[in-house]
Structure formats: structure tokens, C-alpha cells
């Protein structure tokens, strides 16, 4: 089991019970509306980061994005798997061609 699911795991158990001391409850119980929020601080960080030169607080700074994606997941019960195959369906395509695809 790669690290992606062994922390996506770590929130589904977070989610069925519950523990005071836990980061991961007091964002879930704090509803969606905390974890999206706490998605946009992350993503707004990696750029931040992405604008310097210190390739660690890049890494450091996505990792923090990625975990709180897995928590937005969790929240909604969508496995990483999912993102796994849409990106392993987009895979071999060209970016153009696949954002077309998409327009309705």
C-alpha cells in the first residue's frame, strides 16, 4: 500500500471514531466548508513556494496540499484510486485535446 493510501486510510479511521487530539476530526467536524478552505491556504502556499527557489519548502508545502486534498476526499468517501484512474485515463493525451473533450 503506497503512502497516498495508507493516509487516506488513517482519515477514514479518523472519520469513524472520532478523537478529540486528532487534526484530521476537528477539520471533519468542522464541516466541508473548513476543508476546502484549508485546501485553498495549501494551494495558495504552493504557489507562494513555487515562486522562490527553496525546492524543500516546495515539497514541504505540496505534501501539506496533497494530505488536506486526502481529507477533502475522505470527507466526501472518494477513494484516491478515483483521481488515480481519471489521471491514468488522461494519460497518453494530449492537455488540449482532453480539455475539449470536456466542454459541454
Same mark, same amino acid.
Given at each position: 500500500?503506497?503512502i497516498i *493510501?495508507?493516509?487516506y486510510? %488513517?482519515?477514514?479511521?479518523?472519520? $469513524?471514531?472520532?478523537?478529540p487530539d486528532?487534526? %484530521?476530526?476537528k477539520? +471533519? *467536524?468542522?464541516?466541508e466548508?473548513?476543508? +476546502?478552505? /484549508?485546501?485553498? *491556504?495549501?494551494? !495558495? *502556499? %504552493?504557489?507562494?513556494a513555487g /515562486?522562490?527557489?527553496?525546492d524543500?519548502a516546495? !515539497?514541504?508545502? +505540496?505534501a501539506?496540499l496533497?494530505?488536506h486534498a486526502? !481529507?477533502l476526499?475522505?470527507s ?7 483521481v488515480?484512474a481519471e489521471l491514468e485515463r488522461?494519460?497518453?493525451t494530449?492537455g !488540449?485535446?482532453e480539455k $475539449?473533450s470536456? /466542454?459541454?
Amino acid at each position: 500500500m503506497d503512502i497516498i *493510501e495508507r493516509v487516506y486510510q %488513517v482519515i477514514l479511521q479518523r472519520k $469513524a471514531n472520532p478523537s478529540p487530539d486528532s487534526y %484530521v476530526c476537528k477539520l +471533519l *467536524e468542522k464541516g466541508e466548508d473548513k476543508i +476546502l478552505q /484549508k485546501v485553498g *491556504e495549501e494551494a !495558495v *502556499e %504552493v504557489l507562494l513556494a513555487g /515562486k522562490g527557489s527553496d525546492d524543500d519548502a516546495l !515539497v514541504y508545502e +505540496l505534501a501539506d496540499l496533497m494530505f488536506h486534498a486526502l !481529507v477533502l476526499l475522505g470527507s466526501r468517501g472518494i477513494p484516491p484510486a478515483r483521481v488515480t484512474a481519471e489521471l491514468e485515463r488522461r494519460f497518453g493525451t494530449s492537455g !488540449v485535446a482532453e480539455k $475539449a473533450s470536456r /466542454k459541454g
